[in-house]
C-alpha cells in the first residue's frame, strides 16, 4: 500500500505543480487527447503486434529502458509531428515473474486522463507498483535536476 501511496502523492503533485504553470516545457505543452492517450495504452501493442505503420502524425522517441527487481521498463516519448512536441509518455513494462507486459500512458496536462492513468495504476500488485514507483522516482529526479532553473 505504501509503494500506491508515494505514487498517488508523486502524480498529485506532478498535477498541481502542473496547473501552477511551472516554467518548464513539459508543463507548457498541449494536453494529452483521449485518441493519443488510446494510443498509448491500446494502439501501440496492436500496430508492434500486426506491424502496421506508425500512428499518421507522430513518431516515438526511445528515453530510456531500465531493469528494476523482475520488472524490464521500457519508455518512449509520443511526439507530434506537426509541432515537435510531446503528446504523452509510454511506458512499456514486462514482468519476469508473470510474463505479462503491461502498456502504461502517462498524459500531459489533462486532469481527466490523468485519473484514468492513477486507477489504471490502481489495479497492479504491490511488487509492480513498487518498481514502478522507483522508475518514476528516478525519472522525475533526473527530470527537474535538468530542468529546474534556481
Not at 501511496?5 to 498517488?8: A, D, K, N, Q, V
Given at each position: 500500500m505504501k509503494p500506491f501511496?508515494?505514487?498517488?502523492l508523486m502524480l498529485f503533485w506532478v498535477q498541481f505543480y502542473s496547473t501552477a504553470q511551472a516554467d518548464t516545457l513539459l508543463f507548457h505543452a498541449r494536453s494529452t487527447t483521449l485518441d493519443?492517450?488510446?494510443y498509448l495504452i491500446?494502439?501501440?501493442k496492436i500496430q508492434i503486434?500486426?506491424?502496421l505503420d506508425m500512428k499518421k502524425g507522430y513518431y516515438l522517441t526511445d528515453v530510456g529502458t531500465q531493469q528494476i527487481d523482475?520488472?524490464?521498463f521500457t519508455i518512449k516519448n509520443l511526439m507530434r509531428e506537426d509541432q515537435y512536441d510531446l503528446a504523452?509518455?509510454?511506458v512499456i513494462t514486462y514482468s519476469g515473474t508473470s510474463g505479462r507486459t503491461y502498456y502504461t500512458?502517462?498524459?500531459?496536462n489533462n486532469p481527466k486522463l490523468m485519473a484514468m492513468?492513477?486507477?489504471d495504476v490502481a489495479k497492479w500488485d504491490r511488487a509492480l507498483s513498487a518498481a514502478y514507483t522507483h522508475l518514476i522516482s528516478s525519472y522525475l529526479t533526473m527530470y527537474f535536476n535538468a530542468n529546474v532553473k534556481y
Open positions: 501511496l508515494i505514487l498517488s493519443e492517450y488510446n491500446k494502439g501501440y503486434e500486426s506491424g523482475s520488472y524490464s504523452g509518455i509510454l500512458g502517462i498524459p500531459i492513468y492513477a486507477a
